[in-house]
């Protein structure tokens, strides 16, 4: 099983800079698709920023590229995202997403793993 828990949200102003974390824990080999989503206020949850974890491959929305830079670190296997000159309406609720290989006895199925969510306020 694999665990995922995010930090580092907070209230920045617009143009401000944040820096999120996700700890992974359990089967970190299991993982092979990392991911950062975002759901606003009465929106859907929206994947914005992706890596592979064999050769950090991303991906990025229109909306972040340039702005967002997502990381992992292969020894640990925690996930990051550096965010730039923040907007308003990326005031969202942050989530850490794992795509994993589950174990025999779990039919190699894939699962998929949401961290509990960090809160992200761009407000002056």
């Known amino acids: 099983q694999v665990q995922l828990v995010e930090s580092g949200g907070g209230l920045v102003q617009p143009g401000g800079s944040l820096r999120l974390s996700c700890a992974v824990s359990g089967n970190i080999g299991s993982i092979y698709t990392m991911g950062w989503y975002r759901q606003a206020p009465g929106n859907q949850r929206d994947l914005f920023a992706d890596i592979t974890t064999v050769g950090s491959s991303t991906n990025y929305a229109d909306s972040v590229k340039g702005r967002f830079t997502i990381t992992r670190d292969t020894s640990s296997g925690s996930l990051y995202l550096q965010m730039n000159n923040l907007k308003p309406e990326e005031t969202a609720v942050y989530y850490c997403?794992?795509?994993?290989?589950?174990?025999?006895?779990?039919?190699?199925?894939?699962?998929?793993?949401w961290g509990q969510g960090t809160v992200v306020t761009v407000s002056s």
């Open positions: 997403y794992a795509e994993a290989v589950g174990s025999e006895a779990e039919g190699y199925r894939k699962l998929e793993v």
